[in-house]
């Protein structure tokens, strides 16, 4: 042996001694960027040859690891892995046969355990990286009609929407990432559907209850992602249908939101009864259940994306998301796969989480479409009449009531064995005494913001005999819900005056009445409170949300195998308000087949409104207080101007490029995310720069300018004048401030101007208006002067 060869041995040997391995495994998404011309057998040896590297050489090892391959839209695997294997493949090259032709040509023999494992784990790897990132199978939450009505669509299937046709719809295929469908909802019956488009990539995936028959004109595909799942969570575990099927409902709800068909009797219970439909009625739908009873795992949503990108949906609905803070794009498996959908001409429609606080907003990529939460003019009331005979009126969705008036306590005076007085007034389980609560009213407090904590408060008050709830809520005091006995949600001022009678009444006596609907009782919409807030925590220079609609209280199709067994359901959520944008965008998508997503984007936020039905500031729930653009992004959504909004800001799949590059990709990270030639040369240097229909500035130290492109897709000949709403503290200026355009398509370009005025607090608001007669084209300027001393929100 040669001395060279002996000196390899040993630093092979070296290396190897310093390499552990972990021996518990856990599923992992291995992310390669985009799609290259590789055939589909070709990948999934790549990717065996790739983890029988961290597998002693062994492929029947790699193989049984292995979870999915992702081959369609963009590149990349999943697998079972140990910590350190996931370490070792993150550094992995592209191809990394050429190091065993190097060793080859050097007529060096090795063991091919020690060699993988130890080059994996050596520098000779570092640089040459074609992974982009490893990271593990996180799990994502749920972001859990009249709707339409209010806001202008008429509710039949008409198709027309102010002299546009949208006919074509049928020819739009909206995707829908959630927990399967219900398909013999008659939101989804195929009357008078015509054939499926033939452009369509899809298909049936049979399973549990759901065969072939179980697809239509209508729902045109299903297919259903559980290896992630049992990947965390064991494939014993028991599910229902392991099938494209809904046993929850939540799936059935958002797509007969976005493109269910007109029924003339929904209702819940009696409640809201009438016809209802979905903001596309006709067009189609193609299912991807990847939520199960216990959430939503990145693996199986990055192998449904893959999927409705290669089957050829127009749209991706998505009422899911991670919690905040949100991580880095590419590291999240919604970001991973927005973009690439976006890339193949796909807009994703995402719903902005409902954590309520400032900065809590999700889903926060650029190329992602990304939706708040707000009222309509329809609430759920049950009526509370106390025995000083004020009647007092109370979010609830209980048709049940009481025959007479009962004693009204705190439940704070039914605390029983360990808890105390301030633990019982929450009606926490087994905390109320059944010898004080029985046959009463009890008043109990709530903090938190799940609807099953709610709903879980009016069993532990029946179980301890009490026959009625009132439930103080100051948080979310308008979400509605099903309790099991006569219960109504009140404010917390409201709340303090029945305690108070309570207090100074001998013998305080209550009613509660069953719910009913009511319309048109207060302002609306207002954003809800449970509806996740900017700036954006990622870049704060993108604005998100970027836009609100209905998510309170919504009423649609539901799952007959979930808690209930009913056909249509209310919810709440920004879970809900996501269809309705996505229904919306298929509606421009027909009328206007050749936009790209960032345009039908565009026409629908720059076409939004700011005022209520009574044409004054939109408010915010619980407070009251004037909303802003963190609340509802460019605003309330108007369906009835979104064909027609006279100029676009367009963006291309390189314009996204050039933001990476303006938060620090360079040229490697590029190509890894791209897998083409891109670079930075030429890109923008800040975020802000993006073409966005909106404007953030974050850190305005002086002045500052921003850029950006409208493209004329109104009419031809048409002069358009700039109104500048600056936002507090700010000057706002516009150069040019009109825009005359001579031919349909044409674009130009035109700067805002920033400069500090006085010193401001925090962000202050204002705006960009576009108009020429016909069209108002409105832009929210959203800025932040480093002078208030306040820093950059990182």
Known sequence: MSSSSLFFYL??????????????????????????????????????????????????????????????????????????????????????????????????????????????????????????????????????????????LEKDETMEILGQSTKN???????????????????????????????????????????????????????????????????????????????????????????????SNMSYKGLAAGGARGGAPRARIAVYKTCWDSGCYDVDLLAAFDDAIRDGVHIISLSLGPEAPQGEYFNDAISVGSFHAARHGVLVVASAGNEGTPGSATN??????????????RDFTSDVVLGNGVNISGESLSILEMNASKRIISAADAFDGYFTPYQSSYCVDSSLNKTKARGKVLVCRHIESSSESKLAKSRVVKEAGGVGMIL???????????????????????????????????????????????????????????????????????????????????????????????????????????????????????????????????????????????????????????ANAFDYGSGFVNPTRVLDPGLVYDSQPEDYIDFLCSIGYDKRSLHLVTGDNSTCDGAFKKPSSLNYPSIAVPNLEDNFSVTRVVTNVGEARSVYKSVVVSPAGVNVTVVPDRLIFGRIGQKIKFTLNFKVAAPSKGYTFGFLSWKNGRSQVTTPIVVRASSSGFGLVR
């Open 11 to 152: 630093f092979l040997a070296v290396l190897a001694a310093e390499t552990t391995f972990c021996f518990s495994s856990k599923a992992y998404v291995v992310y390669m960027g985009s799609k290259t011309g590789q055939e589909p057998e070709d990948v999934l040896k790549q990717h065996h040859q790739m983890l029988a590297a961290v597998h002693e050489g062994s492929i029947e090892k790699a193989q049984a690891s292995h979870i999915y391959s992702y081959k369609h839209g963009f590149r990349g695997f999943a697998a079972k892995l140990t910590q350190e294997q996931a370490s070792q493949i993150s550094s992995m090259p592209l191809n990394f046969f050429f190091l065993f032709e190097t060793i080859r040509i050097s007529n060096i023999q090795i063991n091919g355990f020690l060699l993988l494992t130890t080059l994996l784990c050596s520098k000779l790897w570092q640089g040459m990286s074609g992974v982009v990132s490893v990271f593990p199978n996180y799990k994502r939450k749920l972001h859990t009609t009249h709707s339409w009505d209010f806001m202008g």
């Open 169 to 263: 719809q049928a020819n739009i295929i909206v995707g829908f990432i959630d927990t399967g469908i219900w398909p013999e909802s008659p939101s989804f019956r195929d009357t008078d559907m015509p054939a499926v488009p033939p452009s369509w990539r899809g298909h049936c995936q049979l399973g549990e209850t759901f065969n072939a028959s179980s697809c239509n004109r209508k729902v045109i595909g299903a297919r259903y992602y559980m290896s992630g799942f049992e990947a965390e969570e064991g494939s014993d575990k028991k599910v229902s249908f392991r099938s494209p099927r809904d046993s929850t409902g939540h799936g059935s709800h958002t797509a007969s939101t976005a493109a269910g068909r007109y029924v």
């Open 472 to 626: 103080i809520d100051e948080t979310d005091k308008d979400v509605a819900i099903p309790f099991v006995i006569p219960s109504a949600i009140v404010g917390r001022r409201t709340g303090e005056h029945i305690l108070s009678y309570i207090n100074r009444t001998r013998k305080p006596m209550a009613r509660i009445f069953a719910a009913k609907t009511v319309l048109g009782t207060r302002p609306a919409p207002r954003t809800a409170a449970f509806s996740s807030k900017g700036p954006n925590s990622l870049n704060p220079e993108i604005l998100k949300p970027d836009i609100t609609a209905p998510g309170l209280n919504i009423l649609a199709a539901w799952s007959p195998a979930a808690v209930g067994k009913m056909k249509f359901n209310i919810i709440s959520g920004t879970s809900m308000s996501c269809p309705h944008v996505s229904g919306i965008a298929a509606l421009v998508k027909a009328v206007h087949p050749s936009w790209s997503p960032s345009a039908i984007k565009s026409a629908i936020m720059t076409t939004a409104t700011i005022l209520d039905k009574q044409h004054k500031p939109i408010r915010r729930d619980p407070d009251g207080r004037r």
């Open 364 to 377: 926060l990529a650029p190329w992602i479409f990304t939706v708040a939460a707000s009222s309509t003019d």
